[in-house]
């Protein structure tokens, strides 16, 4: 499997940092998590089109993680031959949150529909709710649900991926919980979502310090990770943006894991079989 760091950004804008996302590969599927700012563009530079995706799968609905999935949507729509299902999986709330994307659409829909003689319906969208404990499968792969920790943003997702006894965990965003902590427990991989706290108790701004009661600091994805005993723990959501002058800080506030910490730009890939990043 590898894990691709497609965006690896936050709701700050960056011009170098998409929004996130994360791309598994199974070698069998393309399986996005979230869709934040330029995901498609991003995936574009992955070499993927949205077509050649098997599915989405939202941790939560906050804007940073879903703002791009329209044109994520619309790009799959145009691109791949008319009738084709897309799967899209996400906590409760997720029904509601593509209708109204669908009304959003709606004009362009119709647009397009009546321009091109062989487009003659809407995007065919599969949306599955699903609950902490759930299964289920996106192309050839099964996923399971697991509760995280990202209140007031409730429900709030993590899911685990495993083949050919390779796992992954994608914590999105969220403080330490048990269900993480279970969900991540023996896995070979672990992306995690982190805030610096020294950086944001630095600014003398009240939103900001808004942000620190429901996001992991980079010692806390630590501590879950070393708790875990996962092999990788694979940073994103890098709130300030990461650096290579900053990456030694980082590093240093994640030194309570003893495992292989994956942190870089979008693009970052992890091979989880060979544990090589590029
Ligand atoms: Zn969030
Ligand atoms: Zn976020």
Known sequence: MKIVLLGTGSPIPNPDNAGPSTLIQTGTSNILFDAGRGVVMRLAKAQL??????GVVLTHLHSDHVC???DVITTQWVMAPSGTNFKIVGPVGTKAFIEGMR??????VGYRIGHHADLNEPPKLEVLEVLPGDKFTIGDQEIIAGATDHRPVDP?????????????VIGGDGVPCATLDELVKGASAYVQTVIRDDWVKSIPNPRLQDILDYHSSVAQAA???????????????????LSKETEH??????????????MGPDLTTLDVTTMVVS
């Open 49 to 54: 089109i949205p077509a050649m995706l098997h």
């Open 68 to 70: 791009d999935l329209n």
């Open 103 to 108: 009304e959003m659409l709606q004009a362009d």
């Open 156 to 168: 709030s997702l993590g899911y685990r991926i495993e083949k050919d006894g390779e796992s992954v």
């Open 223 to 241: 501590d879950t990770a070393q708790r875990g005993g996962v092999k990788a723990l694979v940073l994103t959501h890098f709130v300030p943006p």
């Open 249 to 262: 800080e980082w590093r240093e506030l994640a030194s309570s894991f003893s495992g292989l910490v994956v």
